[in-house]
């Protein structure tokens, strides 16, 4: 099993459009987790850290469930600007290092 | 807003040439790593450096890389001979603290192409 696994899409969706991402990872032992968004050649951006009881930034939603080690992302009211890769990523497990997802490309169309 | 900086921005090298890769992590962060993206694939984890030693490397980071931090600001990726699978972005990444509350902020990468 990958340690951190997510459909590689891409998602194509109108302007507007709610979209849903989903991502699960291996180590149980994590401790932290992260949205980090990566446009085409640019380094990765973090959107948002994702924690048990749920967090909301803005049109952004995050969810974490530890149970089924499972983490989802949910866009609302996607703009032409959130075009780009999302990066579901794991912390911990006795390091500091982050470990990756494949990523999963969204595309919003006019 | 601080930033990491990383220089340069495109390496271009012969296959066995040393290279290094400089960064320049956000003042007041204690820790630094090291990551890589070939084209095409995932961000991977290379290093972990903290209070001057390596905290936790990967299995790519075999004899031929080391870091260092020279000075009170500069933070190091040596590749001593370089192979054509070592083309690819090189990530630099800083953080304050580690766990829950850490946020590593990446640079914006060094693209090292080895002919």
């Known amino acids: 099993r990958k340690e951190v696994e997510q459909d590689p899409g891409p998602f194509n969706v109108p302007e507007g459009a709610t979209v849903a991402f989903n991502c699960t990872y291996s180590?149980?032992?994590?401790?932290?987790f992260f949205w980090y968004r990566q446009d085409c050649r640019k380094e990765p951006k973090l959107l948002m850290s994702?924690?048990?009881s749920g967090n909301e930034d803005g049109r952004f939603t995050a969810q974490l469930n530890r149970a089924s080690q499972y983490i989802s992302l949910l866009i609302r009211d996607s703009k032409l600007s959130d075009s780009a890769t999302y990066l579901c990523?794991?912390?911990?497990?006795?390091?500091?290092?982050?470990?990756f997802g494949t990523g999963t490309q969204l595309k919003v169309e006019l | 807003e601080p930033e990491v900086t990383q220089t340069p921005s495109h390496q271009v090298t012969q296959m066995g040439q040393e290279v290094i890769l400089r960064c320049v992590p956000i003042?007041?962060?204690?820790?630094f790593y090291w990551y890589r993206q070939i084209l095409g694939q995932k961000v991977e984890f290379l290093v972990s450096?903290?209070?001057?030693?390596?905290?936790?490397k990967s299995e790519i980071f075999d004899d031929q890389f080391s870091v260092e931090r020279p000075d009170g600001s500069n933070f190091t990726l040596k590749i001593r001979s370089t192979k054509l699978e070592d083309s690819a972005m090189y990530f630099c990444?800083?953080?304050?603290?580690?766990?829950?509350?850490?946020?590593?902020?990446f640079g914006p990468g060094t693209r090292l192409t080895v002919l």
């Open positions: 990444a800083s953080s304050e603290t580690v766990g829950r509350t850490d946020t590593q902020y």
């Open positions: 180590n149980s032992a994590s401790q932290s």
């Open positions: 994702v924690y048990s």
């Open positions: 990523v794991v912390e911990g497990g006795g390091g500091n290092k982050l470990t």
């Open positions: 003042s007041n962060h204690l820790y």
């Open positions: 450096f903290y209070n001057n030693e390596i905290s936790e």
